[in-house]
């Protein structure tokens, strides 16, 4: 009898898993799955929106994107972008926090705050703003010019080295304290205590960094990681708003020639665009799968 009671209990928890489970769980087949299916079909067809057909053969938009130089230079580009800014980025933000999180600093509230604020910045201004900093007679050159390092002012925007050199600073200058605050929230999670263990068995700064912090801010290293590299594979508004994808198409990003083919010039290429995405969306999955692989500790 207490068995049957016993399983009959399990079997109502059950039955009121689901009841609260089924509503959360038929909104996302609905609004997320049903669209990527509905996207999928459609990377699969040719034409304009009011009369897609299917592909002929059917993987053509797929085979076609390795054959496009311009989109296989913007995989290049956002790749470049990625192996620079992400680390340097991360670093930083982790220096930072490390900083920031000691308990005798004073007006750590204050440093916090002013690193935390380009965050807060529009997408799309900021990038104006760093456009208007960068210009030819804008006040980089200015100070550069005034300082003797530049004799005349210097097409930053023009060239595409250092226009891709821009793009990296900005996205560095923007979301180096957005993950700041993650590793800070982990560090006020590791007692003070350890530390004070470390420092009376001779550990330096160093060393107590490499042996403590790091170990134990892995989760949030790898959660920070995979996080930057979905960001910076669909980076877009720089490009846009920044550069412009110039010049010459230098510092175009994959989410950039992706809005092109489907709206941004008119073209309304929208089978071919959605291929692209899933594309981007199929390397996205692989780089986070190996991160969290590599990360994982578990036996």
């Known amino acids: 009898m207490k068995q049957k009671k016993r399983m009959s209990l399990l079997a109502k928890q059950s039955a009121a898993g689901w009841i609260f489970l089924t509503p959360a769980a038929l909104l996302i087949a609905v609004m997320a799955f049903w669209p990527m299916i509905q996207a999928f079909i459609m990377s699969l067809q040719t034409g304009s929106s009011a009369n897609m057909q299917w592909s002929e053969p059917i993987f053509n938009n797929y085979t076609r994107m390795f054959q496009d130089k311009l989109f296989l230079r913007s995989v290049g580009n956002t790749f470049l972008y990625l192996i620079i800014q992400v680390p340097i980025m991360l670093i930083l933000a982790i220096l930072l926090a490390q900083l920031l999180n000691n308990k005798h600093l004073r007006l750590k509230g204050f440093f916090r705050t002013c690193i935390f604020l380009p965050c807060a910045t529009s997408l799309v201004s900021y990038s104006l703003i760093f456009k208007s900093l960068f210009a030819t007679d804008g006040l980089i050159n200015s100070v550069l010019v005034h300082l003797g390092i530049l004799e005349s002012n210097y097409n930053f925007l023009g060239n595409a080295a250092s226009a891709k050199a821009v793009i ?61 590299i979905n960001g910076t594979l669909q980076l877009f508004d720089e490009s846009v708003n920044l550069t412009n994808g110039g010049p010459a198409n230098a510092t175009i990003t994959m989410s950039h020639y992706i809005y092109n083919n489907s709206l941004g010039q008119g073209v309304a290429n929208f089978g071919y665009a959605t291929a692209m995405s899933f594309f981007v969306f199929i390397i996205v999955a692989i780089l986070a799968f190996i991160n969290m692989k590599v990360g994982d500790t578990r036996d």
């Open 168 to 228: 990296i600073i900005a996205l560095i200058w923007r979301w180096t304290g957005y993950n700041m605050v993650f590793y800070l929230a982990g560090l006020q999670n590791i007692e003070y205590s350890v530390y004070e263990a470390a420092k009376i068995d001779g550990a330096n700064g160093w060393k107590t960094f490499w042996g403590i912090t790091v170990p134990l801010l892995k989760p949030t290293i790898i959660m920070t990681f995979i996080m930057s």
